[in-house]
């Protein structure tokens, strides 16, 4: 089945600046790749995704570029402010029912 | 349109007992799944359902089992509960049936079994 490695587990920035999550996939088969945001006590919820026949996504601070020949695919925001402070997850698959999640980055966005 | 609701928000079970995780969602989504996330893990599928009356197992579906008799809800149910089952687990529909597409969660139960 599917394995998703997802890189840094904690990451910090300051305010302002940009901030890079990376995942690697192991089945080709997988075509779609979306990105949630989980703040405290909450649900996760899609901030992004990206399916195979697109290399890179963008959404004003947030975008996702995707190598399908390497198997990664990496969520990039650009000026980072305090309320972007959450766990992002990242996740492959090929279908509802068999999407598998990484194992999420701690991102703090320091004031 | 409240999304996704999940009951209770928390719970505290003893080794053996059984209990019932509520979901409903009101979007008229076919697609229904409840995930269970651990420290470390991200989270993993339990079960499935595409539609009323039609279940599925997903990667860890040991010790629960579901229903679906009606579109809105999906409960999950742990007939034995053991300190291996202590989780948050989040329930998540969507509208897609099969190809991969948005899931929408609620907000999760936290539940600790001792």
């Known amino acids: 089945g599917e394995n998703v490695e997802q890189h840094p587990s904690t990451l910090s920035v300051q305010e302002g600046d940009s901030a890079v999550i990376k995942c690697t996939y192991s089945d080709s088969a997988s075509n779609y790749f979306p990105w949630y945001k989980q703040e405290l006590g909450k649900g996760p919820q899609l901030i992004i995704d990206?399916?195979?026949?697109?290399g890179e996504k963008k959404d004003q601070r947030i975008a996702v570029t995707l190598n399908k020949t390497a198997k990664h695919f990496s969520l990039h925001i650009t000026e980072t402010q305090p309320e972007d402070s959450a766990v992002y997850f990242c996740?492959?698959?090929?279908?509802?029912?068999?999407?598998?999640f990484g194992a999420g980055t701690r991102l703090t966005v320091k004031p | 349109n409240a999304g996704v609701t999940q009951t209770p928000k928390f719970q505290v079970l003893k080794t053996g007992q059984s209990m019932t995780l509520q979901c409903a969602q009101d979007m008229n989504h076919e697609y229904m799944s409840w995930y269970r996330q651990d420290p470390g893990m991200g989270l993993r599928l339990i079960h499935y359902s595409v539609g009323a009356g039609i279940t599925d197992q997903g990667e860890v579906p040991n010790g629960y089992n579901v229903s679906r008799s009606t579109t809105e809800d999906f409960p999950l149910r742990l007939l034995s509960a053991a300190p291996s089952q202590t989780s948050v687990y989040f329930c998540?529909?969507?509208?897609?049936?099969?190809?991969?597409?948005?899931?929408?969660f609620g907000p999760g139960t936290r539940l600790t079994v001792l």
């Open positions: 998540a529909s969507s509208y897609s049936q099969g190809t991969a597409d948005t899931q929408y």
């Open positions: 996740a492959a698959s090929r279908g509802n029912n068999d999407m598998r």
């Open positions: 990206i399916r195979s026949n697109v």
